[in-house]
């Protein structure tokens, strides 16, 4: 049986060259076409640690929320890598970002796995999926 709609996933921008995308989810009926939803993405493609540019393979991507509490403000929110962070602007909201995770390079990354604990050992196994 063929549905009566589908649903689109997509970058429907013409090119970026920013590192924050926008991706629109888009319902197609058979009569129409309709956007649904707007999810806007940050992509971090590089930290600075210890003085050192690390450049990742692959951005970590983030969905750019309105934050619940704080009418105006942006949030995102990463429960895998312990990210919960909120701003006025998508621009402070980014260094917030970069600066937890080049936090989480130097305290859990660069150390010993013999001192982390299960946690973190998961956490920098994905961190270092990365580059």
Do not use: C
């Not at 050192?52 to 995102?76: A, C, Q, V």
């Not at 919960?84 to 305290?107: G, M, N, P, R, Y």
């Amino acid at each position: 049986m063929i549905s009566d709609s589908i649903n689109y996933y997509g970058d429907l921008s013409a090119s970026s060259t920013t590192s924050q995308n926008s991706y629109t989810i888009l319902t197609i009926n058979k009569n129409s076409i309709k956007e649904t939803n707007t999810i806007r993405i940050m992509e971090i493609e590089e930290i600075i640690v210890n003085g050192k540019t690390i450049m990742f393979k692959k951005p970590i991507k983030f969905e750019i929320k309105d934050d619940p509490l704080i009418p105006g403000n942006k949030y995102i929110e990463d429960n895998l890598i312990y990210i919960h962070e909120t701003a006025s602007t998508e621009k402070e909201l980014k260094e917030k970002v970069k600066e937890d995770i080049e936090i989480q390079w130097e305290d859990i990354v660069m150390e010993d796995d013999s001192k982390l604990s299960e946690g973190s050992i998961k956490l920098k196994e994905h961190l270092l999926s990365f580059v």
